[in-house]
């Protein structure tokens, strides 16, 4: 599964319900990827964590390694992933499509929008008092979302590759949305 949605639009609850479910799933969040690079004490740390707290996107090269690196070494084989946060870019689009064709997994691949509005998305993150969730570092996100992450969606679903679940009911009704809508 690869999750795709605004920032507070419930990809890593949905993930999580996803591995539940389903038992033989890994969860890849490149969010929690960059927060705990963040928590570190290195020259790399000091610079993403001054890019989430402006709430901005770390670059494309190591947001792909990251990922990589994290699927090549914590999936095992005939296991499968769910992605929260990655591809948020159409030159990661690329990288994905790509490497999901080398591990031979692109036709078991579901991408899924959690559709939520912006106003919902802000209310949301608002609540989770999270680190990186200022209110400024919040708008950032959001209105990335929509200058970034959006080419993304219109281009899969131009390609008729997504999977679109209204996200603004409870999570379980969300869950046994993307679960019936990916059978």
Partial sequence: ???????????????????????????????????????????????????????????????????????????????????????????QVDVLDEFLEFLEVERDTFFVLIRVSYKEAFRRMMERKRSDDSKDSISSRLDLFRKEVLPVIIRYKKENRLVIINGEQSPLDVHEDIVSKTR
């Fill in 1 to 91: 599964f690869v999750l795709l949605g605004r920032s507070g639009s419930g990809k890593g609850t949905q993930a999580k319900l996803l591995v539940e479910r389903f038992g033989n799933l890994y969860h890849i969040s490149t969010g929690d990827l960059f927060r705990n690079l963040a928590s570190e004490n290195t020259l790399m740390s000091r610079k993403v964590s001054r890019i989430l707290k402006e709430g901005k996107f770390p670059p494309d090269d190591l947001a792909t390694a990251l990922l990589i690196n994290s699927i090549s070494f914590k999936i095992r084989d005939g296991q499968g992933f769910v992605l929260d946060g990655y591809p948020r870019t159409l030159p």
